[in-house]
């Protein structure tokens, strides 16, 4: 069974920077296009950025610039490195293989106060 843990949130003030982490288990890890997503508040659950299994990235225009996707085949690892953090940023963040339906993780709380 799949299993995605995602980690490294918490708060921060509006300008700073935070690094998740995602676990991945139980999945042909190397052959999946990794994303991550974002939840706001009374929002959908939207896709924020997305990995290759080589390694190539794409971003939703509300970070590019400022998120950097990155992925570790070797320890099944998914990361987004987020800098110049905005209030708008807050939600929670999740991890999941493109066009995969994995189970959910839990996800891990962004806030990002001004």
């Known amino acids: 069974q799949v299993q995605l843990v995602e980690s490294g949130g918490g708060l921060v003030q509006a300008g700073g920077s935070l690094r998740l982490s995602c676990a991945v288990t139980g999945s042909d890890f190397r052959l999946d296009i990794m994303a991550w997503y974002r939840q706001a508040p009374g929002k959908q659950r939207d896709g924020i950025a997305a990995?290759?299994?080589?390694?190539?990235?794409n971003y939703d225009s509300s970070v590019k610039g400022r998120f950097t996707i990155s992925r570790d085949n070797a320890k099944n690892m998914v990361y987004l490195q987020m800098h110049s953090l905005k209030p708008e940023d807050t939600g929670v963040y999740y991890c999941?293989?493109?066009?995969?339906?994995?189970?959910w993780g839990q996800g891990t709380q962004v806030t990002v106060t001004s």
């Open positions: 999941n293989a493109v066009r995969r339906n994995y189970p």
């Open positions: 990995i290759t299994p080589v390694g190539s990235p």
